[in-house]
């Protein structure tokens, strides 16, 4: 009798590379409860990076998966949801009593909601060039490299109130409608395109402080965008 030759699937590649980024959410977690709240900031950006990395993967691979999307978005709950929102109780919010639990349950509620608002559009319309509503990866950067970034500039980890409303701020635009830019788009102009240069370069030379830097520039570039067209676009229907 013979048997049926094992079949590897191409989307084992990219799906390895999505549970390295859950165990290193899980790293992280783990070391918040140890207190290394640096170190565990560093890897919540290094989940993001993996994340990043998948899904450029499975197309160069020809692995991409229904399977590989959603065990992403579930690896995306837990590196970018519950680990920053642990991060950021255990270091700014523990003293505030249940106002902090409420605070730090943030990211985890609304990185939900935006990941499974994410699925049920990716499902009716496709992909489309804008992410609507900040990316859970980005807002889990901002909120880990704020934490780095305050680190190395002022030697403590910074104000609770600054900290409190970083986080509302970045969860509250997660479940937003303000479209945000695929990391692709910025190759697209020439400008972007030399603006990613200079964003490597500075990443390399400083990491702990243009980490934050740019990723406050992205959060903040495609809020203030928003505002702009939104207010050209209600003029425009005034005349």
Avoid at 22 to 39: C, M, P, R, T
Avoid at 61 to 70: E, I, L, N, Q, R
Avoid at 208 to 237: C, D, H, N, P
Wanted: charged residues 15%.
């Amino acid at each position: 009798m013979r048997h049926p030759p094992i079949h590897i699937s191409r989307a084992v590649i990219p799906n390895a590379v999505t549970a390295l980024s859950v165990f290193f959410g899980y790293l992280a977690i783990l070391y918040i409860f140890e207190g290394s709240y640096l170190l565990a900031a560093w890897l919540i950006v290094l989940a993001g990076i993996l994340d990043l990395m998948d899904g450029r993967l499975a197309r160069m691979v020809g692995g991409a998966s229904k399977f590989g999307g959603y065990f992403d978005s579930l690896a995306d709950a837990i590196n970018y949801g519950v680990a920053p929102s642990l991060l950021f109780y255990r270091v700014y919010l523990s003293d505030w009593g249940v106002l902090g639990a409420v605070f730090s349950f943030l990211p985890i509620l609304c990185g939900a909601i935006r990941l499974a608002r994410f699925s049920v559009l990716t499902d009716e319309r496709g992909k489309s060039d804008y992410f609507l509503g900040l990316p859970t990866t980005v807002a889990a950067g901002f909120l880990a490299s704020y934490l780095i970034f305050s680190h190395e500039v002022f030697g403590d980890y910074g104000p609770a109130n600054l900290a409190a409303g970083l986080l509302a701020v970045a969860s509250l635009l997660m479940v937003s409608g303000v479209p945000y830019e695929h990391n692709n788009g910025f190759t697209r102009r020439n400008w972007k395109a030399a603006l990613l240069l200079v964003m490597l370069v500075t990443l390399v030379l400083f990491p702990a402080r243009a980490l934050f830097l740019w990723m406050a520039f992205y959060v903040g570039y495609g809020l203030i965008r928003s505002v702009i067209l939104t207010l050209v676009t209600e003029q425009r229907k005034r005349r």
